[in-house]
């Protein structure tokens, strides 16, 4: 596994397909076709009196920011109207039995200081869904720990002799601890690939919190042995296994706006797809061959080694030809979302970090222009959150503007004959780019309504637009915080400061006001500070700021109630931000939930007196390689 260079572009794979972006092409001309009319009309309201240097402001900071709107929602637009069939470049069939195997598929699992109960929990109910598909004896299955803490590496082990006992020791799950974490998760895998992936044809990288039917890894496996130009296939993991409201919220919306999402940009993307590093089926070859990550030059946050690595990969792996696919329409991939607005801030906090770290890929050499697209839209995600806070503060400052706030008319925006003032015209064209953000959500619901056994699995048509409408309001009321928190991460980055590698929090439940004050204090404080200044200046402008205030200054509050499981319970019962995969529930997900559960009722009962006697590690020729 080679490291590859960002400034030499290799040899193509002898059976790539030239890449193809008409499609992509159509989804960006759609986006600049809707950006141009707004930017112009909102030129035109801001020409009403003169055009000053801060309406030339407004106008530079709200043109990309409705193409980066407008892109979205013609991608989304895509997917509500691009059929399964046209969507899926891959063509499964999903009616047709599951294909006979010939080749062999390693399934990994890194994990780095997790609750060892869950994860052997999922691993167990996986090979049990494998089983069930007939296909046990083509898979197998590595757990590769990083845990630093020694009490989660003793409960990995016991749990893993655990797995082994109930399983039969023939079969083939192996356990490896690496003493040296370098490079993450990404360094995880190709420590796996360099010692192991020669004797295996394709690795399905997961999660820790990552869980996939028998079936649909059997029908990826399938798709990749009959397609020999393709690198990787990406399916669209759905939130499940939530309880705290804030989580119910993520869970709703990933299964009900996540399907069509998918779909658009697997139909424009075609096998230029992108990589979200785990629920994804890998050729190991190719992987060896072309997505060694390079070390980036300078210190971190912006140097060292890559930590948003899968987006690159999928760029690597495109460069030289394999095809990058998605399939959207293969279900039976799920995970878990964070339980909290604080454990959500700390992810995203990351995640800034290694998108802002692509900066340096973009220019690499050999890229197609769709791969240079997907790492841009990475790193957009994070730059816009200034300007989206840069072009609310502006349109407070112009809605202050004398001649235009203080008429007869008022708040209402009327000119003393009773045409609308430009304030208002620009409020009308901000509303439609809200309109525009808001737009997908609504086609994904009334793309649901459509089907009479979709609508009953999410509680009927009523509950399901009652969901919609929680999950809207929860959603604005949250935006301001994590468009907050995002640029107070892009300032400690831009300072110098290093996220780090933390586990994941993934354990739902209360948290206390203390907690959520001290995280989310200096949040409150913005929020007030534009109360007072915006109530200060004019009403008209305290109603406009008025969502962002109350996100920002009712934060603390809210992150309290969101946390509680209790409260989700409560919308549980009355049929709110209910899914499918609660209303009946797959097998794979009963049989993970009652394990989980019997497995930390045993790990809470053992005492440490049960403990065999000398040291519990395995021995370090198999600690460094592989413990069977």
């Known amino acids: 596994m080679p490291v590859q260079s960002l400034r030499d572009a290799p040899a193509r794979a002898p059976q790539a397909r030239s890449p193809r972006g008409d499609r992509a092409l159509l989804v960006l001309g759609a986006a600049l076709a809707l950006t141009a009319p707004a930017t112009?009309?909102?030129?035109?309201?801001?020409?009403?009196?003169?055009?000053?240097?801060?309406?030339?402001?407004?106008?530079?900071?709200?043109?990309?920011?409705?193409?980066?709107?407008?892109?979205?929602?013609?991608?989304?637009?895509?997917?509500?109207?691009?059929?399964?069939?046209?969507?899926?470049?891959?063509?499964?069939?999903?009616?047709?039995?599951?294909?006979?195997?010939?080749?062999?598929?390693?399934?990994?699992?890194?994990?780095?200081?997790?609750?060892?109960?869950?994860?052997?929990?999922?691993?167990?109910?996986?090979?049990?869904?494998?089983?069930?598909?007939?296909?046990?004896?083509?898979?197998?299955?590595?757990?590769?720990?990083?845990?630093?803490?020694?009490?989660?590496?003793?409960?990995?082990?016991?749990?893993?002799?655990?797995?082994?006992?109930?399983?039969?020791?023939?079969?083939?799950?192996?356990?490896?601890?690496?003493?040296?974490?370098?490079?993450?998760?990404?360094?995880?895998?190709?420590?796996?690939?360099?010692?192991?992936?020669?004797?295996?044809?394709?690795?399905?990288?997961?999660?820790?919190?990552?869980?996939?039917?028998?079936?649909?890894?059997?029908?990826?496996?399938?798709?990749?042995?009959?397609?020999?130009?393709?690198?990787?296939?990406?399916?669209?993991?759905?939130?499940?296994?939530?309880?705290?409201?804030?989580?119910?919220?993520?869970?709703?919306?990933?299964?009900?706006?996540?399907?069509?999402?998918?779909?658009?940009?697997?139909?424009?993307?075609?096998?230029?797809?992108?990589?979200?590093?785990?629920?994804?089926?890998?050729?190991?070859?190719?992987?060896?061959?072309?997505?060694?990550?390079?070390?980036?030059?300078?210190?971190?946050?912006?140097?060292?080694?890559?930590?948003?690595?899968?987006?690159?990969?999928?760029?690597l792996l495109r460069r030289a030809g394999w095809g990058v696919c998605m399939a959207p329409s293969l279900g039976g991939s799920y995970e878990e979302s964070p339980p909290s607005l604080a454990d959500l801030i700390a992810r995203d906090r990351r995640w800034c970090q290694g998108n802002l770290q692509h900066l340096r890929v973009l220019s690499a050499r050999g890229l197609t222009w769709i791969s240079r697209l997907h790492l841009l839209r990475g790193i957009l995600s994070y730059l816009t959150a200034p300007l989206w806070l840069a072009l609310l503060v502006m349109s407070a400052l112009l809605s202050m503007k004398p001649e235009w706030g203080q008429s007869d008319g008022g708040m209402l925006g009327l000119a003393p004959g009773g045409d609308p003032h430009p304030a208002l015209s620009v409020a009308g064209i901000f509303a439609v780019s809200i309109a525009f953000l808001l737009a997908p959500k609504f086609m994904a619901f009334f793309a649901m309504t459509s089907s009479r056994d979709e609508r009953r699995l999410y509680g009927g048509a009523g509950r399901a637009f009652a969901s919609l409408l929680t999950e809207i309001a929860l959603s604005a009321l949250v935006a301001p915080v994590l468009m907050l928190n995002q640029i107070w991460g892009l300032i400690s980055i831009l300072c110098g400061g290093d996220s780090g590698w933390t586990a994941q929090h993934r354990e739902e439940g209360a948290i206390t006001f203390e907690t959520a004050a001290n995280a989310h204090l200096g949040d409150t404080a913005v929020g007030v500070g534009l109360a007072v200044a915006t109530w200060g200046a004019s009403n008209h402008t305290f109603l406009l700021m008025s969502l962002v205030i109350a996100g920002l200054v009712g934060c603390i509050p809210f992150a309290v109630l969101t946390a509680s499981c209790e409260l989700g319970a409560l919308a549980r019962r009355a049929g709110l931000l209910v899914i499918p995969e609660e209303s009946a529930p797959p097998p794979l997900l009963q049989r993970f939930t009652a394990l989980r559960d019997r497995l930390e009722r045993e790990a809470e009962v053992r005492v440490v007196g049960a403990w065999p006697s000398g040291d519990w590690r395995p021995q370090p020729a198999l600690s460094s390689k592989v413990a069977a």
Request: net charge positive; with cysteine.
């Open 40 to 315: 112009f009309a909102l030129y035109q309201a801001l020409c009403a009196d003169s055009l000053g240097p801060l309406d030339v402001l407004i106008l530079l900071v709200f043109a990309p920011l409705f193409a980066w709107t407008a892109f979205s929602f013609v991608s989304a637009l895509a997917g509500l109207l691009a059929s399964p069939s046209r969507s899926d470049t891959l063509g499964i069939d999903l009616h047709a039995p599951a294909p006979d195997l010939a080749s062999r598929t390693a399934i990994l699992a890194p994990i780095y200081n997790e609750a060892p109960a869950p994860v052997f929990a999922r691993v167990e109910a996986m090979l049990a869904s494998i089983g069930a598909a007939g296909a046990l004896s083509h898979f197998d299955v590595f757990i590769l720990s990083d845990s630093t803490d020694t009490d989660i590496q003793r409960g990995e082990w016991r749990q893993f002799q655990g797995l082994k006992r109930r399983l039969g020791w023939r079969t083939r799950v192996f356990y490896r601890h690496r003493p040296l974490n370098t490079d993450r998760k990404a360094g995880n895998i190709a420590s796996w690939v360099r010692r192991f992936g020669a004797a295996y044809d394709f690795m399905v990288t997961l999660d820790a919190d990552s869980l996939m039917e028998g079936d649909t890894l059997v029908r990826l496996a399938g798709a990749m042995e009959g397609r020999p130009g393709v690198g990787l296939i990406q399916t669209t993991p759905l939130v499940i296994n939530r309880h705290s409201l804030f989580a119910r919220v993520e869970q709703f919306a990933s299964r009900l706006y996540g399907p069509m999402l998918a779909r658009g940009i697997s139909w424009w993307s075609r096998d230029q797809a992108n990589y979200w590093g785990h629920n994804a089926i890998i050729r190991v070859r190719a992987f060896a061959e072309q997505a060694g990550l390079p070390h980036l030059p300078g210190r971190r946050p912006f140097g060292g080694h890559i930590l948003s690595h899968d987006f690159v990969e999928a760029a």
